[in-house]
């Protein structure tokens, strides 16, 4: 044994490339952090340690649980904490009152579909661009909401047709490292940092939600969207906080089955600016694992094929079933999605296209009438100009990070404020 260490003393010397961060054994990390910059070496090769999630140690290769949660080469990957704090956390009814408004701006007037689903939400204007060299159209909308003291940017889903051929195309680039510079030193899919130029920037939206924010400065502005508009949304926020437009504090991201919108740059970036942030992510869903990346914690990865990976932000909410009213979800407190889902059987596309049961044709052909999103509420005028909402005689079900329960609740006024349902 003590051969074997002399043995490594002179490789390791010949080599001359020790420094702060080596250490003579992994186990010398005792936390996440210390542990993800922390390396050894191997024959004169620098090797990472790796982080186990689960056993909350620091090891050498090949030493966690297969599937496990592992951690390496950059601290911001370690573990956070889900919030869990009343207007900090994710609720399946917030989730489901802000899909609605993504599935509003489907339609090429959304006010009649507004009135129907959130009469308190008024429709300010609809964009809409053409956003490649196909013709294919990206459209957003903004919108506000006295009662609920709320802003909202919305981004219209991808079309399912050559649109999301176009998109996927793209991918091709990134995966190989291919990356549109956005803000903070991240970079983006060519065809999303195209889409937010020509529609965000380009039709007059940025300058519409800078005249909302000064005539409501108090609001919270939330930015959501579905696929495409998913990662417009996550764009937009960056760039909402990065340039202090909004501020940080009010600014609220939610999306529905987003793609890795950009590198770990840009991950990195949404997770420093923007604390309210959550990826609703439904079962398989094909698209939220493109563009694919390779496992920054396999043994052949350097730190700079690691640092040109699709990476996601946290925090994940995961539904692994139908989303019907009463379903479970579970939230992930890792970057990356490897141990919070099954990424190999994330290849379902009719779960991309179905989020909280809804039948998106049914539902926008009936001007999204029929309570299909099961909010379990219902809007109730008063004698002054805003309307307040109630909850119905029925039973309301609300979830947790894992559980779901059922409480009985009678007519009660309750706030609009997006709030008051997380």
């Not at 964009?127 to 506000?144: F, G, K």
Request: charged share 20%; net charge positive.
């Amino acid at each position: 044994m003590q051969i074997l260490e002399i043995v490594f003393t002179i490789i390791i010397a010949f080599w001359g490339i020790i420094d702060a961060a080596s250490v003579n054994v992994c186990n010398d990390a005792k936390t996440c952090a210390e542990c993800a910059e922390s390396y050894i070496y191997v024959f004169g090769f620098r090797e990472h340690c790796r982080w186990c999630v689960e056993t909350a140690t620091c090891v050498g290769p090949f030493a966690c649980a297969t599937g496990s949660g592992i951690v390496q080469r950059e601290p911001f990957m370690c573990p956070q904490p889900v919030p869990t704090a009343k207007g900090h956390r994710y609720t399946d009814r917030l989730g489901r009152s802000l899909y609605s408004l993504a599935l509003a701006v489907r339609e090429s007037d959304p006010t009649e579909c507004l009135a129907n689903s959130r009469p308190d939400v008024k429709l300010i204007k609809r964009y809409e661009v053409e956003c490649d060299q196909s013709h294919n159209l990206c459209a957003s909308m903004l919108a506000v909401s006295v009662p609920a003291k709320s802003i909202y940017v919305v981004y219209k889903s991808s079309n399912m047709d050559k649109q999301l051929i176009t998109e996927l195309i793209h991918t091709v680039a990134a995966q190989l490292g291919a990356w549109q510079k956005f803000e903070s030193g991240g970079g983006v899919m060519t065809y999303f940092h195209g889409a937010f130029e020509r529609l965000f920037k380009g039709t007059g939206m940025k300058e519409q939600l800078i005249e909302l924010n000064r005539k409501y400065p108090h609001y919270k502005v939330w930015v959501t969207g579905h696929s495409l508009g998913a990662s417009l949304a996550s764009m937009t926020a960056l760039y909402l906080a990065n340039h202090s437009i909004i501020p940080r504090d009010l600014i609220r991201l939610v999306t529905f089955g987003e793609a890795r919108t950009g590198n770990v740059a840009f991950a990195r970036a949404v997770e420093r600016n923007i604390r309210f942030r959550y990826r609703v992510v439904h079962r398989g869903d094909l698209v939220t694992n493109i563009p694919a990346n390779i496992d920054s914690n396999g043994i052949l990865v350097t730190r700079a094929v690691a640092e040109r990976q699709p990476h996601f932000y946290r925090f994940l909410v995961y539904y692994d079933n139908d989303m019907k009213p009463g379903s479970s979800f579970k939230k992930c407190n890792l970057s990356e999605d490897y141990a919070c889902r099954n990424l190999p059987f994330t290849n379902n596309a009719l779960d991309h296209l179905n989020y909280f049961g809804v039948n998106v044709d049914e539902y926008l052909a009936k001007k999204c009438k029929g309570n299909l999103l099961k909010l379990n509420t219902t809007i109730a005028q008063s004698n002054s100009t805003s309307p307040t909402l109630t909850t119905t005689n029925s039973t309301v079900t609300t979830n947790s990070s894992s559980t779901s329960s059922t409480t009985t609740t009678s007519a009660t006024t309750i706030s609009l404020e997006e709030n008051s349902l997380n």
